[in-house]
């Protein structure tokens, strides 16, 4: 639509600084005539926009002009400006870009440079370390299937590693920590289900539709519910070498640790009583000993047992 391109032409030239006659023609798939028009309509308006002519032409408008803000300062585009380049970052969604430009073209083009800047002070960069573009793209059928409420099929690898083919009713997609979940009523539990996003393989989008189940997001333990609901919790108390100080105070809460004066920590936290505790404490080697329950520090002597037996020919 008309007006709809008329207004995405005023935001970019809020945002940029120049830009010309040909480029915003190639953006929104239409004439160069057609842009001149546009930018006649714009101006007739009462905006203020500059043509240059010249190898480095095209259009500009006051440094001075911005639409009314109202009540947001200076500072609060500023943060929502970030948050939204981080979030746009992962999703790669148009509707953000878009956002992107309304926001900006808030702020006068002199406080653009400031708001530069301080995107730099403070970078929110939500994607994972590795499978960025496949969780993307996974990202973006889920979102489509929620938006559209159609039914979706992939194939599952559970905590305990056993393999799974689920028809589901998606409901959200949630990250949590540096996590992303799907959390959705799964047909083959017949219940709500929480799905970590990097154990979905082979997802694809069904052309049945749904009726919307009422869900309840708040409070949600994520991290518990996917893998811990069916096990006990135990306190455990550990003392770490020096060595591992680093990764001790990034997964444990300071209240839980008390520096030692030989250098070690002791680490006191609770924790489930699952496969994942004992392979995360066989990651740290020799570098923590379990003082406490005796039960956790002898199925860890026994696991570790069974790794020295596959290597007993060596």
């Not at 120049?18 to 007739?44: G, M, P």
């Not at 689920?166 to 959390?183: D, F």
């Not at 496969?275 to 696991?303: F, S």
């Amino acid at each position: 639509m008309k007006i709809d391109r008329l207004l995405a032409i005023t935001m970019l030239l809020l945002n940029r600084k120049r830009i010309s006659a040909k480029e915003l023609a190639e953006r929104f798939e239409v004439s160069l005539r057609t842009i001149y028009r546009d930018v006649e309509t714009i101006s007739q308006a009462g905006l203020p926009i500059t043509s240059f002519s010249g190898a480095e032409g095209g259009y500009e408008m006051m440094d001075s002009y911005r639409l009314d803000r109202q009540m947001l300062t200076l500072d609060e585009l500023q943060a929502i400006i970030i948050a939204l380049r981080g979030v746009k970052a992962t999703l790669s969604d148009q509707v953000i870009g878009r956002l992107l430009d309304k926001v900006g073209a808030l702020m006068a083009k002199s406080e653009h440079s400031l708001t530069e800047t301080r995107s730099r002070e403070l970078l929110i960069d939500i994607n994972p370390w590795s499978n960025g573009n496949e969780d993307k793209e996974k990202l973006a059928l889920l979102r489509q299937a929620i938006q559209q409420s159609q039914m979706i099929h992939f194939a599952y690898i559970s905590s305990d590693g056993a393999d799974s083919v689920r028809a589901c009713e998606p409901a959200a997609v949630v990250l949590k920590g540096y996590i992303w979940y799907l959390y959705g009523y799964c047909l083959l539990r017949d219940d709500f289900r929480i799905f970590r996003l990097s154990r979905i393989r082979d997802l694809t989008l069904d052309e049945q539709h749904f009726d919307k189940r009422e869900i309840d997001l708040d409070g949600l333990q994520f991290e518990t519910m996917t893998s811990t609901s069916n096990y006990p919790m135990v306190t455990v108390q550990l003392r770490f070498q020096p060595s591992a100080k680093a990764r001790v105070y990034d997964y444990f809460s300071p209240s839980s640790i008390t520096a030692e004066k030989e250098g070690t920590l002791l680490v006191t936290s609770t924790q489930p009583d699952e496969p994942w505790l004992y392979r995360m404490l066989l990651e740290y080697g020799e570098e923590v000993k379990v003082l406490a329950p005796a039960a956790v520090a002898k199925r860890l002597v026994e696991k570790a047992e069974n790794i020295i037996r596959m290597y007993k020919p060596y």
